[in-house]
């Protein structure tokens, strides 16, 4: 039958590209994750808008007080100064300030995180136990030297994953719980049955996409640590130090911290994870399991 033949072409087609489908796969559950990162971010950012704002107001009356209490300005003339610099930032602008501030920690994270969530080819053998050995040796080769980025890049890509399953469960939540109501509309776990079926996605995404994922993240810091020191050392017997003892502690010292960054990048991802935001409580996993186990 033409049908079952277009559809089998298109089965081995893409069992052929199931490589680069299952790094597409890893790199869009890496963007949604940071995107649900930048939800939780724009209500911290606000908050943290609306503390300095505070501080800065406070201190600018302190200031305005103590001038016109040593003759700089006259007491209403400062009371109406500071009635006009507490006003000068709304909650229009502290709103527009902060979503620009979470869309450009998104963009950076995006940017920043996009060659280690692409990762590298996995080793291949001729079989699934030569493949196994294959990889295994990939990743210990990996961890042949140490710094911060080897540690820290698996751990930070494997939470913003499971952020990004949490953000495409929570997509299935609603559709479920609505579909469960008009087929049973007496049944009292419909949300339970709903928030079971997103986490089951939660679950196949992570599951499918995660160990590559990590793996192709661990390979690609190796890669890019051994440029690194490469290019170091390039550099030191083109200007050779005066010191060449202390330039090796320095070096190693360089070497051991590349990747620090990820350490923020692995606190926003947790923070997007768990949804610690008073407006996005609901969106985090915590209380997607939480509404698994809620009495109907």
């Known amino acids: 039958m033409p049908l079952f033949s277009t559809v089998r072409a298109l089965s081995h087609?893409?069992?052929?590209?199931?490589?680069?489908?299952r790094r597409l796969g890893g790199l869009c559950l890496i963007v949604m994750g940071v995107h649900a990162?930048?939800?939780?971010?724009?209500?911290?950012?606000?908050?943290?808008?609306?503390?300095?704002?505070?501080?800065?107001?406070?201190?600018?009356?302190?200031?305005?007080?103590?001038?016109?209490?040593h003759g700089g300005m006259t007491p209403d003339g400062a009371v109406a100064a500071i009635e006009r610099f507490a006003t000068a930032i709304d909650l229009?602008?502290?709103?527009?300030?902060?979503?620009?501030?979470?869309?450009?920690?998104?963009?950076?994270?995006?940017?920043?995180?996009?060659?280690?969530?692409?990762?590298?080819?996995?080793?291949?053998?001729?079989?699934?136990?030569?493949d196994l050995r294959a990889s295994t040796q990939q990743l210990v080769r990996s961890f042949s030297a140490f710094d911060l980025e080897r540690l820290l890049a698996p751990i930070?890509?494997?939470?913003?994953?499971?952020?990004?399953?949490?953000?495409?469960?929570?997509?299935?939540?609603?559709?479920?719980?609505?579909?469960?109501?008009?087929?049973?509309?007496?049944?009292?776990?419909?949300?339970?049955?709903?928030?079971?079926?997103?986490?089951?996605v939660v679950g196949?995404?992570?599951?499918?996409?995660?160990?590559?994922?990590?793996?192709?993240?661990?390979?690609?810091?190796?890669?890019?640590?051994?440029?690194?020191?490469?290019?170091?050392?390039?550099?030191?017997?083109?200007?050779?130090p005066r010191f060449p003892r202390v330039a090796t502690v320095v070096d190693l010292v360089r070497r051991g911290l590349r990747g620090a960054w990820l350490g923020v990048a692995l606190f926003i991802a947790i923070t997007g994870l768990l949804g610690g935001a008073e407006a996005t409580r609901g969106q985090g996993v915590v209380a997607l399991v939480e509404r698994l186990g809620a009495t109907p």
């Not at 087609?13 to 489908?21: P, T, V």
């Not at 994270?109 to 079989?127: C, H, Y």
């Open 13 to 21: 087609a893409l069992g052929g590209a199931r490589g680069i489908i």
């Open 37 to 69: 990162a930048a939800d939780v971010l724009d209500d911290l950012a606000r908050d943290a808008i609306d503390a300095l704002d505070l501080i800065v107001d406070e201190g600018v009356a302190g200031l305005l007080g103590w001038l016109a209490a």
């Open 92 to 130: 229009a602008e502290k709103d527009w300030l902060s979503v620009r501030l979470a869309l450009v920690v998104e963009l950076v994270l995006d940017v920043a995180l996009l060659d280690l969530a692409w990762g590298t080819r996995p080793a291949e053998g001729e079989g699934l136990v030569d």
């Open 156 to 200: 930070t890509l494997l939470a913003f994953a499971v952020a990004g399953g949490v953000l495409a469960g929570l997509a299935i939540e609603q559709p479920a719980s609505a579909g469960l109501a008009l087929a049973a509309p007496g049944l009292l776990v419909a949300g339970n049955l709903a928030a079971g079926v997103a986490l089951a």
């Open 204 to 240: 196949v995404l992570v599951w499918r996409f995660g160990p590559d994922l990590i793996h192709g993240a661990i390979v690609r810091a190796h890669e890019r640590g051994e440029k690194a020191r490469d290019r170091l050392r390039a550099r030191r017997q083109a200007h050779p």
